[in-house]
T-cell receptor, first 112, second 117 residues
Framework: QKEVEQNSGPLSVPEGAIASLNCTYS??????FFWYRQYSGKSPELIMS????GDKEDGRFTAQLNKASQYVSLLIRDSQPSDSATYLC????????????FGKGTRLHILP | DTAVSQTPKYLVTQMGNDKSIKCEQN?????MYWYKQDSKKFLKIMFS???????INETVPNRFSPKSPDKAHLNLHINSLELGDSAVYFC????????????????FGEGSRLTVL
């Protein structure tokens, strides 16, 4: 059973601090890794993608991938109250006919 | 102009009834999906279609029947609704790359909240 694990939270972070969200996956041959943000009552939206080991930065967001440890993380710098949402980690398989697997999400709460 | 649109946004119905949700995408994507998100916010895939062909059919009761008349449309019909069917149903679409592999970038509709009484 291929799985993607996330701490459900809530993770509470003071405004202006760094929020660190973590995700582990079980399928070693997974191809690509994504972070989606979902506001309450809204649909998930893609905010970051990462395909190779290392860091990828986009504005205040940094995704980190370590395939050897099967670990993906998302760092949010200078956290804002508008970052309060559920963050979903998603992993795509090698097999094109296999499903994209989502974690259960981490609820992030930025404290003003 | 909405990229992935679903209708209706809300459905409230009695147990035993039948209901349908429609989805359309104007992104030109080949692959469309139905996901179910329960009260604990777990997003679980139900079906995936690629160019009108069923690719993924998770262990979903056969009361759920998807239909894809063309690659831009994916509808979901649910027969004999049960209390446990109450959830938000999301339609999504994605493109495959030149190798035919997932890009993993899903574009979601706004969701259809189904409440079964």
């Amino acid at each position: 059973q291929k799985e993607v694990e996330q701490n459900s939270g809530p993770l509470s972070v003071p405004e202006g601090a760094i929020a660190s969200l973590n995700c582990t996956y079980s399928d070693r041959v997974s191809q690509s890794f994504f972070w989606y943000r979902q506001y309450s009552g809204k649909s998930p939206e893609l905010i970051m993608s990462i395909y190779s080991n290392g860091d990828k930065e986009d504005g205040r967001f940094t995704a980190q991938l370590n395939k050897a440890s099967q670990y993906v993380s998302l760092l949010i710098r200078d956290s804002q109250p508008s970052d309060s949402a559920t963050y979903l980690c998603a992993v795509t398989p090698l097999n094109r006919d296999d499903k994209i697997i989502f974690g259960k999400g981490t609820r992030l709460h930025i404290l003003p | 102009d909405t990229a992935v649109s679903q209708t209706p946004k809300y459905l409230v119905t009695q147990m035993g009834n039948d209901k349908s949700i429609k989805c359309e995408q104007n992104l030109g994507h080949d692959t469309m999906y139905w996901y179910k998100q329960d009260s604990k916010k777990f997003l679980k895939i139900m079906f995936s279609y690629n160019n009108k062909e069923l690719i993924i059919n998770e262990t979903v009761p056969n009361r759920f029947s998807p239909k894809s008349p063309d690659k831009a449309h994916l509808n979901l019909h649910i027969n004999s609704l049960e209390l446990g069917d109450s959830a938000v149903y999301f339609c999504a679409s994605s493109q495959v790359d030149s190798w035919g592999d997932h890009t993993g970038e899903l574009f979601f509709g706004e969701g259809s909240r189904l409440t079964v009484l």
